[in-house]
C-alpha cells in the first residue's frame, strides 16, 4: 500500500531530471515549462481515458436505457478530452514558435526547358508526324468506343417504347392497397383514394392512380373525353409529371373563400392539378397535364377502366408527347 | 529510442531529410485555414463509420416481410436493403450511434467544403499557382454531393425513394438525351431494375469515396508543394511564409481539430436524431410524404425545381426542355460552370496573371466580393425556397405568395447585396487610406 502511494506521488508530483545532454544548438525555439498545464493534460487524458472505458461497459450491459446515447456520449466526450488535451498541449507544452521560410521558386525555365528538349528528340526519328498522329488518333478512339461498348448493357439506351407501356387496358378492373374492388357507389366527395390494376405490377410509374369523386355539374371535360367520368368519378395517374413524385395531397376547401376548388397537389413541388378540368395545371413547376385515365362502371358497380391514360405517365422527356401510351 | 526508429526508417527509406524537412513546414496562422481540415476529418469518420455500417447493410431490393421488433412496421412488404437499415439502428448494438454519425458526418462533410470554399473565393487563394488545387477542391465538393445523394437513397426508405424519383425526373429532362442516359442507369423505366441498387451502392461504398480519396491526397500534395497561403504582415511576403511548424507546433492544433470534429460528430450522433428512416417507412412508387426535406445539401435544387414556373418547352410534339431540367440540372451546372470558370474570368477581366501567395482580404477586390456576395445570396435564397412549405407551417406564410415573391426576390436581393457589398469594401478602402495619410502626417508633426 505504501510503495502504491508513493508510485502515484512520484508520478503527479516528480518532475524528469532530464540527463545533462550534450550541447547543442537548438532547433526547435524554447519556452518555461508549465507544470499547471501538464497537471491539466494528465487529468484531461484521465478523463478521456475513464469515458473511454464507459464504451464497453453501456455496450454490454443491457440493463443501461437509452444504449445509443450513452455511447454517443462516452465516445464522443472520450474523443472530446482528447482533442482538450491536445489543445492545452499546443497552447502551453510545446514550444511556441513562429518560423519562416522561403516559398518555392515560381517555375524553373531552365528545367522545363530540358523537358521540351527531351521530349523534342526522342521524337526526331518520326518524320511524318501527321500520319503517325491520324494513325495514333484512330486507334485511341477505337479502343476508347470498344472499351465503353459493354456499358450499353447497362439498359436499353435506343429503345424508348418502354417509356410508353402502362398496365391498363379496357376492362382492367380497379383495386385498392389490400386488393379489393372500388364500388362506383362507395367513392365519396371531398376525398382521394389510390387504386392499382388488378393482377399487375404495382411498383411502375403507370400502375397508381388517384380517384376522386366530383359533382357532375362541376365537370369541366374537354368533348372528346366526354364519358370518362361516369357518375363523376375521376381516375388521374398518381405520379405526377414534374419529377415523378407520388400525388399524396388533395385540396378540398372546407371553408369557401380560401382556395375556389379541389385540387391534386404533389408534395414534392407543390404542382398543382384541377381535376375538374382534365388534369390542367393550376399553379406551380409541372408543364403537362396529369394523364386521365377513362372509367367505366361495370354491371356489379365496380370501377373498370375504359382504356388507357390520356397521354404518358411520369415525368416529362424528349418524347413524352410524341406518342400514346400503351397496355 | 527515437534515434533507433528515425535511423531504421532512414536506412530504409532514405527519407531523414524529407522528414527534417516535413517537421519543419510552415502552417501560416489563421482560424479560417482550418476549414479544409475539418471537411478531412469529416471524411476520415465517414470512411471508419461507413465501413462499419457495410457489414449489416444488405443492397439488395429483393421484397420481404418486416417481423422484427420494431411493431409500427410489423408485416409490411418492404426491400431487404430497408429491413437491414432498420435491423441495424435497432438490432445491432451500436449500429444506431454509427449510422446516425455517419449522415451527420456526410452533412458536416460538405458543410466544411463549402465554407472552406468560400474562404478560398474571397481571400483569392484559387489565384495562380493554386487554381489546379481549387479546381479539384470543386471536383471533390460536386462528388461529395453525388456520395451523399447516393447514400440516403440507397436505404430505400420514403424519403429514399422520393429523391430519386425526383433525380430520375431531372436526368430525364435533359434535353435529347436524358430518357436514354436515365434507362442506362435504371436498366429500365423507373423504379429501374433490381441491378440499380448494386450500382449504387457499389458507387456509394467503392468508386465515390475511392476517387475522393485520391483527389484528397492530390489536393493536399498540390497544397504542400506550394506551400499555404498567407495574410500580408510583417515579414509576410509573396516570398517568405511564416508560421507554425508541423512539429511540435501544428501536430497537437491539428490532433486537437481531428479529435474536436469527431467528438462532435459521435456526439451529435449518439444524442441527436438523424433521417429516423422507420419513421418514413419503406417506398412504394405509389407513396409519398408531405413536409419531406431532403439533406440540407440538395436544398437549393429544391428550391430551384419549386420556382421555375409551369411550363415545358415544347416545339409541336416533340419536348425541348422539360421543366425539370431548369431547377434540377441547368440551375446546378451553371452554379459549378461559373465556379470552375472564375479563376480564368478574373485573370481575364483584371489583367493579373501573376503569381499569389499573399491572401486579399475581401476589400482588396471589391468586385470579386461584391459578385460572389451576390452569387451566393442567390444560391441560398433559392435554398430557402425549399423550405417555403416548412416556413408556411412553422409562419402561417402563404406558400403560393412566398414563391411568386420569391421569383422577382431571388434576382433582385443578390443584386442589392451586391450593390452593398462593393460599397462597403470601397469605403472601407477609403477609410484605410485617410488613416494612412494621418499617420503619415503625425509621424511628419513629431518629426
Known amino acids: 500500500m505504501k510503495r502504491f502511494l508513493a508510485t502515484v506521488l512520484v508520478l503527479l508530483f516528480g518532475r524528469l531530471r532530464r540527463r545533462p545532454r550534450l550541447e547543442r544548438e537548438r532547433i526547435v525555439g524554447t519556452n ?18 475513464v469515458c473511454g472505458v464507459a464504451f464497453p461497459v453501456v455496450y454490454a450491459v443491457n440493463a443501461i436505457p437509452h444504449q445509443t446515447q450513452f455511447l454517443g456520449l462516452s465516445l464522443g466526450l472520450c474523443l472530446a478530452f482528447i482533442a482538450l488535451a491536445c489543445m492545452v498541449m499546443s497552447r502551453s507544452l510545446v514550444p511556441v514558435e513562429e518560423i519562416e521560410e522561403d516559398y518555392p521558386p515560381s517555375s524553373h525555365p531552365e528545367e522545363q526547358e530540358k523537358v521540351e528538349q527531351i521530349v ?96 357532375v355539374g362541376e365537370l369541366r371535360l374537354p368533348p372528346e373525353r366526354k364519358g370518362w367520368a361516369p357518375d363523376g368519378i375521376l381516375a388521374y395517374s398518381k405520379i405526377c409529371t414534374h419529377a415523378g413524385c407520388a400525388i399524396a395531397l388533395y385540396r378540398k376547401p372546407t371553408f369557401a373563400p380560401t382556395e375556389p376548388r379541389p385540387a391534386l397537389v404533389c408534395p414534392c413541388h407543390y404542382s398543382t392539378f384541377d381535376p375538374s378540368r382534365a388534369g390542367k395545371v393550376i399553379f406551380g413547376p409541372a408543364g403537362r397535364p396529369l394523364p386521365q385515365l377513362p372509367l367505366l362502371i361495370d354491371r356489379r358497380g365496380e370501377l373498370r377502366a375504359a382504356g388507357n391514360f390520356s397521354g404518358a405517365v411520369g415525368p416529362s422527356w424528349w418524347g413524352v408527347r410524341n406518342r400514346q401510351p400503351r397496355s | ?56 447493410f444488405d443492397p439488395s431490393l429483393t421484397q420481404v416481410h418486416y417481423h422484427g421488433g420494431y411493431v409500427p412496421l410489423q408485416g409490411r412488404t418492404m426491400s431487404a436493403a430497408y429491413k437491414s437499415a432498420v435491423d441495424l439502428s435497432f438490432k445491432v448494438k451500436a449500429g444506431l450511434l454509427m449510422r446516425q454519425t455517419h449522415h451527420w458526418a456526410a452533412d458536416v462533410f460538405v458543410a466544411a467544403i463549402i465554407l472552406h470554399l468560400i474562404r478560398i473565393f474571397f481571400t483569392g487563394a484559387f489565384r495562380k499557382p493554386r487554381d489546379l488545387t481549387y479546381y479539384i477542391g470543386l471536383t471533390m465538393l460536386l462528388l461529395a454531393l453525388l456520395e451523399g445523394y447516393l447514400g440516403y437513397s440507397m436505404v430505400d426508405d420514403l424519403l429514399s425513394g422520393m429523391g430519386l424519383a425526383i433525380g430520375y425526373a431531372v436526368l430525364m429532362s435533359i434535353p435529347f438525351v436524358g430518357a436514354n442516359l436515365a434507362q442506362l442507369i435504371w436498366g429500365d423505366p423507373y423504379p429501374g431494375r433490381h441491378e440499380f441498387e448494386s450500382r449504387m451502392y457499389v458507387g456509394h461504398v467503392f468508386l465515390l469515396p475511392i476517387i475522393i480519396g485520391t483527389l484528397i491526397a492530390l489536393h493536399l500534395t498540390l497544397v504542400a508543394s506550394r506551400h499555404h497561403t498567407q495574410f500580408a504582415g510583417r515579414r509576410k511576403t509573396e516570398r517568405k511564409v511564416v508560421g507554425v511548424p508541423t512539429f511540435p507546433g501544428q501536430t497537437p492544433r491539428s490532433l486537437g481539430l481531428a479529435f474536436s470534429v469527431a467528438a462532435v460528430l459521435f456526439l451529435l450522433g449518439g444524442l441527436v436524431q438523424i433521417n429516423p428512416i422507420w419513421e418514413w417507412g419503406p417506398y412504394h412508387v405509389a407513396s409519398a410524404t408531405n413536409g419531406a426535406q431532403p439533406d440540407w445539401y440538395l ?43 472564375w479563376p480564368s474570368l478574373e485573370r481575364r477581366a483584371t489583367g493579373d496573371y501573376g503569381f499569389h501567395n499573399l ?80 499617420h503619415a502626417a503625425e509621424a511628419e508633426v513629431v518629426a
Not at chain 1, 439506351?157 to 380497379?174: E, M
Not at chain 2, 533507433?4 to 522528414?19: K, L, Q, T, W
Not at chain 2, 451576390?374 to 403560393?400: E, N, Q
Not at chain 2, 426576390?409 to 469605403?427: F, N, Q, S
Request: with cysteine.
Open chain 2, 1 to 56: 529510442m527515437i534515434k533507433r526508429a528515425v535511423r531504421y526508417v532512414d536506412e530504409r527509406s532514405g527519407g531523414a531529410p524529407f522528414i527534417r524537412k516535413t517537421l519543419r513546414y510552415v502552417f501560416p496562422d489563421h482560424w479560417s485555414f482550418l476549414l479544409g481540415e475539418v471537411a478531412l476529418y469529416a471524411f476520415v469518420v465517414l470512411v471508419a463509420t461507413g465501413i462499419y455500417l457495410t457489414l449489416f
Open chain 2, 299 to 341: 436544398g437549393w435544387l429544391i428550391g430551384a425545381l419549386r420556382l421555375v414556373p409551369s411550363f415545358d418547352l415544347t416545339i409541336g410534339h416533340y419536348t425541348l426542355v422539360p421543366n425539370a431540367f431548369w431547377g434540377g440540372a441547368a440551375f446546378p451546372l451553371f452554379v459549378f460552370f461559373l465556379m470552375f470558370l
Open chain 1, 120 to 215: 523534342d528528340e526522342s521524337g526526331d526519328r518520326i518524320t511524318r508526324r501527321r500520319l503517325f498522329v491520324v494513325g495514333l488518333g484512330a486507334a485511341g478512339t477505337a479502343l476508347g468506343v470498344a472499351l465503353l461498348t459493354p456499358l450499353a448493357s447497362l439498359g436499353p439506351v435506343f429503345d424508348v417504347s418502354s417509356f410508353f407501356r402502362t398496365p391498363w387496358r379496357r376492362g382492367v378492373r380497379l383495386v385498392g392497397e389490400d386488393g379489393s374492388a372500388f364500388r362506383a357507389a362507395d367513392i365519396e366527395e371531398g376525398t382521394f383514394y389510390t387504386a392499382f390494376p388488378e393482377h399487375a405490377d404495382r411498383e411502375q410509374m403507370g400502375a397508381p392512380l388517384v380517384i376522386v369523386r366530383l359533382p
Open chain 2, 359 to 438: 491572401l486579399d482580404r475581401p476589400r482588396d477586390a471589391p468586385w470579386r466580393s461584391a459578385l460572389g456576395a451576390a452569387i451566393l445570396t442567390w444560391i441560398f435564397l433559392v435554398f430557402v425556397v425549399g423550405s417555403a412549405d416548412r416556413v408556411y407551417v412553422l409562419f402561417g406564410l402563404s406558400y403560393r405568395g412566398q414563391i411568386w415573391a420569391m421569383r422577382f426576390l431571388v434576382w433582385i436581393i443578390p443584386i442589392a447585396v451586391g450593390v452593398i457589398t462593393k460599397r462597403v469594401c470601397d469605403e472601407l478602402r477609403a477609410g484605410e487610406k485617410i488613416e494612412a495619410r494621418r
Open chain 1, 32 to 49: 518555461p515549462p508549465d507544470s499547471r498545464a501538464q497537471m491539466l493534460v494528465f487529468w484531461l487524458f484521465l478523463a478521456a481515458a
